[in-house]
Nanobody, 117 residues
Framework: QVQLVESGGDLVQPGGSLTLSCAAS??????MGWYRQAPGKQRELVAT???????NYADFVKGRFTISRDNAKNTVVLQMNSLEPADTAVYYC?????????????WGQGTQVTVSS
């Protein structure tokens, strides 16, 4: 059974930093990443990282956020710096596992990030 457990969401002031962690279990994941969903908006990509270490970032976080993963521990970390009120959202961990020719996608329960003074 696949499980994704997120941690690290919190209330932080503008300009502050926060680290989100996701511990995955139950499979080998080719891609892991973070998405976010603000109230009234669609879920959007934040960043992803492959098992080989290739990363992909949304334009709005480039230079501020860094994604990394530990394949041995099946964890993915999102380091967020220079946070802005627009970053306020529920952040979801995402993991993809390919079994034969089928890609399975899994989601965590979400962790709230609020950027406010």
């Amino acid at each position: 059974q696949v499980q994704l457990v997120e941690s690290g969401g919190d209330l932080v002031q503008p300009g502050g930093s926060l680290t989100l962690s996701c511990a995955a279990s139950g499979s080998i994941f080719s891609v892991m990443g973070w998405y976010r969903q603000a109230p009234g908006k669609q879920r959007e990509l934040v960043a992803t990282v492959t098992s080989g270490g290739s990363t992909n970032y949304a334009d709005f976080v480039k230079g501020r956020f860094t994604i990394s993963r530990d394949n041995a521990k099946n964890t993915v970390v999102l380091q967020m710096n220079s946070l802005e009120p627009a970053d306020t959202a529920v952040y979801y961990c995402n993991a993809q596992a390919q079994i034969r020719l089928v890609v399975y996608e899994y989601w965590g329960q979400g962790t709230q990030v609020t950027v406010s003074s």
